[in-house]
């Protein structure tokens, strides 16, 4: 079992506030990804990273920002939530070219 | 451009039969990872079996094997003794350079 982490688990917020999402793996993996999710849907790739001070933008576009300043420690931020960003979060991390270990995902609700 | 597809949106099996769940991808590079993972309602994505394209054999994982014919671009996922557990939404996914491309999923119900 991968020992990544994700918090809050479950977020609702007004319209404006400023959020982080919380995302933390105790595996030492240099390469840590931020996907968004609608229910039942396909993920899609909004930020990844191959290691400390590395952030490159994924395949759809997002207003979300993320930093990496500690390996383990991958967080994303929305300066100003809107409805638009209700969608799950689901963070992902890797070591070499193998598999992918997936987070439990953040269920974000903006009014 | 790298696509994967599943062209199965929905499938449903009954307990202790056996379902195929289809993938097909298009991928440009020489060396490359394929995975299915699973997302049962409401819980953690977790990988269920990964093949490596320069191994010719299919990967078997318990009840979850795979039938990967690479020159078809074709990976499916063979589920033999369906239990109500294996209900969940099932993602194809294949390697690009360091991230990973997925398909659109396939939602798997097990009825008793």
């Known amino acids: 079992e991968a020992d990544i982490y994700q918090t809050p688990r479950y977020l609702v917020i007004g319209t404006g506030k400023k959020i982080t999402l919380e995302c933390s793996q105790t595996?030492?993996?240099?390469?840590m990804y931020w996907y968004q999710q609608d229910p039942g849907m396909e993920l899609h790739l909004i930020h990844y990273?191959?290691?400390?001070?590395?952030?490159e933008k994924g395949d759809l576009s997002s207003e979300s920002t993320v930093s990496r300043i500690r390996t383990e420690h991958f967080p994303l931020t929305l300066e100003s939530a809107r409805p638009s960003h209700t969608s799950q979060y689901l963070c992902?991390?890797?070591?070499?070219?193998?598999?992918?270990?997936f987070g439990p995902g953040t269920r974000l609700l903006v009014l | 451009a790298q696509t994967v597809t599943q062209s199965q949106p929905e499938m449903s099996v009954q307990e202790a039969e056996t379902v195929t769940l289809s993938c097909t991808y298009d991928?440009?590079?020489?060396?490359?990872?394929l995975f299915w993972y699973k997302q049962p309602p409401s819980r953690q994505m977790i990988l269920v079996i990964r093949?490596?394209?320069?191994?010719?054999q299919n990967a078997t994982e318990n009840r979850f094997s795979v039938n990967f014919q690479k020159a078809a671009k074709s990976f499916s996922l063979k589920i033999s003794d369906s239990q109500l557990g294996d209900t969940a939404m099932y993602f194809c996914?294949?390697?690009?350079?360091?991230?990973?491309?997925f398909g659109t999923g396939t939602r798997l119900q097990v009825f008793p």
């Open positions: 996914a294949s390697t690009i350079t360091d991230k990973l491309i």
């Open positions: 595996m030492g993996h240099d390469k």
């Open positions: 990273s191959y290691g400390v001070n590395s952030t």
């Open positions: 992902a991390s890797m070591t070499g070219r193998e598999t992918q270990y």
């Open positions: 991928t440009s590079e020489s060396n490359y990872y």
């Open positions: 093949q490596e394209a320069y191994k010719q």
